[in-house]
């Protein structure tokens, strides 16, 4: 159950509209007509928003709880606490969720104070779970790392060859599991094996070495599924400028080179690890 109260944003709502609809299924919490329990409804969850319509309101739903209700002459009087942990809620987005919120045309359209049968926190939850982004080219996996494991994506060149075994050794000497998509073939389209590699893993590296766009894009989706990403590169050329800010790594690929390479990687995948 939970509040829906119209209009009165600024805290004061004619008296007759108090409890003017409470729901079928709600009427043995806050009472009948007549024999309302008003200090219920204070621990109600809260909906406050403006009419629809009402040009004189920023257009949004605050969710929070009522504080105090009392009787001011011909009007009530209460106190909204903002729930600040919850954004706004634009008017028409709660219009789009009428169903789900138990909510009728007129209940949006008039100043009252309703008791809605409806999980409210739910019903929220519920909206923004379904209503995250879904990628339309590829299949995105469980988001759900696997503590130790590390993705590697590089160029499937042979002149790389030499740079994924020192990661792969550097991994092993460690115990962390260590792949590349080329690794796996779980799913006839390529990048969806690249996708869930990179989901599956607490760790990224990312070789930009000759700018590869597939590499580029993969490191996008890492960012954005919010993995651990560590940059390798040969030259500061190869970073492009938007992603100078983000601190790499620099090798040569000589015997040299991979060995200062992997002194570099080593404490600071032990530092990323040691946080999952």
């Known amino acids: 159950m939970y509040n829906l109260i119209v209009g009165a944003v600024d805290g004061v709502l004619p008296a007759e509209r108090l409890l003017e ?13 007549g024999a309302r329990n008003i200090g219920r409804l204070m621990t109600l969850p809260t909906l406050l928003m403006p009419e629809i ?3 004189r309101h920023v257009q949004t739903a605050e969710v929070g709880s009522v504080a105090d209700l009392s009787r001011v002459g011909r009007n009530y009087q209460f106190h909204f606490v903002r729930n600040t942990t919850i954004p ?20 949006l359209t008039r100043t009252r104070w309703s008791v809605k049968n409806s999980d409210l926190y739910r019903a929220l939850l519920e909206d923004y779970l379904t209503s995250e982004p879904s990628p339309k080219v590829f299949k995105l996996p469980p988001n759900r790392p696997e503590p130790g494991r590390i993705a590697v994506m590089m160029p499937f060149d042979a002149a790389f ?13 460690s115990g962390w599991p260590c792949q590349r998509a080329d690794d796996i073939w779980e799913d006839d389209v390529i990048i969806n094996d690249v996708v869930s590699l990179i989901a599956r893993s607490t760790v990224v590296i990312c070789d930009l070495t000759n700018r590869n766009s597939n590499v580029f894009y993969e490191a996008g989706i890492a ?6 990403v560590i940059l390798i590169a040969q030259t500061q050329h190869d970073v492009p400028f938007d992603l ?3 601190r790499h790594a620099r090798y040569l690929a000589n015997a040299e080179g ?3 390479l992997k002194a570099t990687l080593l404490p600071r995948l032990h530092d990323l690890m040691n946080k999952y």
Do not use: C, N
């Open 21 to 33: 609809v409470v729901e079928e299924g709600a009427e043995d919490f806050v009472g009948t007509a």
């Open 53 to 55: 319509g009402d040009d």
């Open 88 to 107: 706004s809620v634009p008017s028409e987005h709660v219009k789009a969720m009428a169903r789900e919120l138990h909510i009728g045309d007129w209940d």
């Open 161 to 173: 060859d030499s740079v994924w075994h020192t990661l792969k050794d550097l991994a092993a000497e």
């Open 223 to 228: 960012h954005t599924l919010g993995r651990e």
């Open 244 to 246: 100078r800010h983000y």
């Open 258 to 260: 991979l060995k200062q």
